[in-house]
């Protein structure tokens, strides 16, 4: 008896410390994915928060009225905007003679610094005449010197600034005419080659306006296919398992294959026109569709059965059963699956390469027929850029995607909420 009671107590102490080891085992595993995850986060954010501020210079501007009058958009078109801000360049640091000093003076500001002036004169007509002083976005490699991607101490031939460019720098933050701002153009502009007039606008509104068509169609479709199949299709039928299986499939099918499904169908067939945020979303619809139907069907089993037999038992008809009694209860699940199944969606880029979303696009849209791109595709085009400037721009699109969906989870949590109901 004493030898079984020291073999049971002996074996509960071994079990006691496997548990034990177990459950540090869970906590070190989560302690090393958060670990990764800060990481992560910290990586992207160090790369990418200077992008949201850009360097901009003050420049005394004459307004010529020989080159502003008449002033309309029409005559500022025609007008030598940039001859004005080259003169005041000039003017501001006369010294500077010989040809290629003054090209490389130009470069201090941006090419956008013309439109910039047509903008201000076009607000302030009155101001013509008279010398203003503006602030005008700089050149990328100013914006990358102040942001102190270079080191003045290194060579000359390994610097993108010349010792002279460097030097007139100096004197501008002497003079208190270079300063570091709050990068609205980021996103307010769309693509551009300059890294200084690169923004998001264009791949922001596209992805917008891709997720509201993907949500429009994948949910209520997906909640038809789901509540057929689980409540009212026939139990072992060969057609009812094909499409079952079927879903199931497509859920692990590449994203690509439905690019291409997307290229055939919507272009090829229908004649969809190319890099459009209606395109993207049909596109985006088909590969999230199985994702929210096999979510929506997990989230009406898991509604207790007691629930349908009470409704049946006071009379309810199974439609009324469904759609008054189990599909509110099930709701807040299908809405999480929708939410994955968008997730997924957000961050796609294979797909729309195929229907044509990775073109150059400055104008941002305004419709679901204009051509548009996306997030994760103009994160594509701009880290396969070798310009520094657009190294911080890839990191800081990546924070706003990832604002973006923490946005849709966030929305996502509170309607769950918002319809739960507790049985």
Do not use: C
């Amino acid at each position: 008896m004493n030898n079984t009671l020291e073999t049971v107590r002996a074996g509960l102490a071994h079990r006691r410390r496997r548990e034990t080891r177990f459950r540090w085992y869970g906590r070190i595993a989560i302690f090393v994915s958060l670990a990764f995850l800060a990481l992560l986060l910290t990586s992207i954010f160090a790369r990418g928060y200077k992008a949201f501020w850009q360097t901009e210079i003050a420049v005394d501007v004459h307004l010529d009225p020989g080159e502003l009058v008449p002033p309309t958009p029409e005559h500022l078109a025609q007008a030598d905007l940039t001859g004005l801000v080259k003169r005041a360049l000039r003017e501001a640091f006369p010294a500077v003679k010989s040809r290629r000093q003054k090209r490389a003076l130009y470069r201090l500001v941006s090419s956008a610094a013309p439109y910039q002036l047509r903008d201000y004169v076009l607000a302030h007509p009155q101001a013509i005449g008279r010398t203003v002083r503006l602030w005008l976005l700089a050149g990328a490699d100013v914006d990358m010197y102040m942001k102190g991607y270079f080191d003045a101490s290194a060579p000359e031939s390994e610097r993108r600034l010349k010792d002279y460019q460097i030097a007139w720098l100096e004197r501008l933050k002497r003079e208190n005419r270079l300063r570091l701002r709050f990068n609205r153009w980021f996103f307010l502009n769309g693509d551009s080659r300059e890294p200084e007039q690169a923004g998001i606008q264009v791949a922001l509104r596209g992805s917008i306006y891709m997720m509201l068509v993907t949500f429009a169609l994948s949910f209520p479709l997906g909640i038809a296919a789901a509540v057929y199949l689980e409540e009212f299709a026939p139990r072992n039928n060969v057609w009812v398992d094909l499409i079952e299986i079927n879903i199931n499939n497509l859920a692990a099918v590449p994203s690509i294959v439905f690019g291409l499904l997307g290229l055939a169908v919507f272009l090829g067939w229908f004649g969809l026109p190319r890099s459009t945020p209606l395109v993207g979303g049909l596109t985006l619809t088909l590969m999230t569709l199985p994702t929210v139907i096999i979510a929506s069907r997990a989230a009406l089993k898991a509604v207790p059965p007691s629930i349908r037999y009470a409704a049946l038992g006071i009379g309810a008809s199974p439609v009324q059963t469904v759609f008054h009694h189990v599909l509110p209860l099930a709701l807040p699940g299908m809405l999480t699956g929708a939410i994955i199944g968008m997730a997924r969606a957000l961050g796609e880029t294979a797909p729309l390469l195929m229907i044509g979303m990775v073109a150059f696009i400055v104008d941002p849209p305004r419709g679901l027929l204009d051509p548009a791109t996306a997030l994760p595709v103009q994160i594509y085009l701009w880290a396969d850029s070798p310009e520094r400037g657009f190294v911080e721009r890839t990191s800081a699109a990546i924070v706003i995607l990832l604002v973006f969906l923490g946005i849709m989870n966030l929305a996502a949590i509170l309607l769950r909420k918002r319809l739960e109901r507790r049985w």
